[in-house]
């Protein structure tokens, strides 16, 4: 049984039309006059906090503490202009699984496992009207890197679940590559879904425990009593 899930959620819950890699860019030249480079960074499966260190070590700015709240602030004000005008939505299936999940005897204890900082994932999904639907998180602010920031998202769902939980009973759902291994570093069990840009062809050589082209094709209660 599957006690604790965790979503990631730029290209598995939701997408933006790409409203938070225009705020990262809009930030970076706002605050930091910097019109190029945001262009060469390989945004999915990252971290927000990891994207900017590169970024700030490409021009050669010291990524000090005060650096990254500057960016930050600029970034979340963007961002939040960026998504309410933005022509993204909830992928096909995210709903009806949910709906599946409810319907459990055991109803798992679900969060977010992302890289987005906490701020820039609740406006997201709040523009969704989907931000309540999480009892917790692990997000950038916690942990820099992805395989840290699932084994904060972990403990957090075991408190919430109010048991032990062992490993093989959380459930990671993501679109990338990054997501597969971040799991596989808290010995959970991951679900890869191709909504975002890998094929599930892409995700399979990863050897998730189930891959499929979203999650209107995949039979949650089946994968949740598993
Ligand atoms: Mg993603």
């Known amino acids: 049984m599957i006690r604790v899930v965790l979503f990631d959620i730029d290209g598995t819950l939701i997408h933006t039309g790409g409203a938070g890699v225009k705020a990262f860019a809009r930030a970076f030249s706002e605050e930091f006059g910097l019109h190029d480079g945001s262009e060469n960074l390989k ?3 990252r971290t927000d906090v990891s994207l900017v260190r ?3 070590n490409l021009h050669k700015i010291d990524p000090t503490p005060e650096h990254f709240q500057r960016f930050f602030n600029v970034y979340i004000h963007w961002l939040e202009k960026m998504v309410a005008d933005c022509d993204g939505g909830i992928f096909q299936g995210v709903e009806n699984f949910f709906a599946q999940m409810n319907l459990l005897a055991g109803r798992p204890a679900v969060g977010l496992l992302t890289g987005n900082i906490k701020r820039g994932a609740e406006i997201k999904l709040r523009h969704f009207g989907i931000w309540d639907r999480f009892a917790f998180g692990g ?3 916690d942990h820099e ?11 957090r769902g075991e408190k919430h679940f109010g048991k032990p939980v062992r490993n093989d009973e959380v459930l990671v759902i993501g679109d990338t ?3 597969v291994r971040c799991a596989r570093a808290i010995g959970a069990k ?3 879904v191709a909504t975002g840009s890998y094929t599930v062809a892409q995700l399979r050589e990863y050897q998730p425990d189930w ?6 094709a995949v039979d949650a209660t089946q994968i949740l009593s598993d």
């Open 43 to 45: 945004f999915a499966g």
């Open 139 to 141: 997000f950038a602010d």
């Open 54 to 56: 590169e970024f700030f």
């Open 190 to 192: 991951v679900l890869a």
């Open 177 to 179: 590559p990054l997501d």
């Open 211 to 216: 891959a499929a082209e979203d999650l209107a």
């Open 145 to 155: 890197e992805r395989d840290h920031i699932a084994a904060v998202a972990r403990q």
